[in-house]
């Protein structure tokens, strides 16, 4: 069982930087390959980032890849995004989300993981 609880999140201008960190519970977070997720009002969850277990493979969406950075710290069992040059259209809740390592190097679907966080609200004003 991994439990997970994001922080960081706020109200920004675009433009601005925000850092979210999820923190892990458990002994096995290095075990797990990790993803953000994000869901506006009245839309789908979407992919934003994904990363390893070992934190040397990542993947990003198109629409933040260059903006945004994803990390892990499997010492502090937490893992970061941090987000640059903000745009309203980045506005949602975003939630970090767990995988069980089988293999594979990263996942981009919400149904291919196993535990989820409860969210961060990110509000970017024009």
């Known amino acids: 069982q991994v439990q997970l609880v994001e922080s960081g999140g706020g109200l920004v201008q675009a433009g601005g930087s925000l850092r979210l960190s999820c923190a892990a519970s458990?002994?096995?977070?290095?075990?797990?390959?990790m993803g953000w997720f994000r869901q506006a009002p009245g839309k789908e969850r979407e992919f934003v980032a994904a990363?390893?277990?070992?934190?040397?493979?990542?993947y990003y969406a198109d629409s933040v890849k260059g903006r945004f950075t994803i990390s892990r710290d499997n010492a502090k069992n937490t893992v970061y995004l941090q987000m640059n040059s903000l745009k309203p259209e980045d506005t949602a809740v975003y939630y970090c989300?767990?995988?069980?390592?089988?293999?594979?190097?990263?996942?981009?679907?919400?149904?291919?993981?196993?535990?989820w966080g409860q969210g961060t609200q990110v509000t970017v004003s024009s």
């Open positions: 989300a767990a995988k069980y390592y089988n293999g594979r190097n990263y996942h981009s679907f919400p149904y291919e993981y196993d535990y």
């Open positions: 458990g002994r096995t977070f290095s075990s797990y390959n």
């Open positions: 990363i390893r277990w070992s934190g040397d493979i990542t």
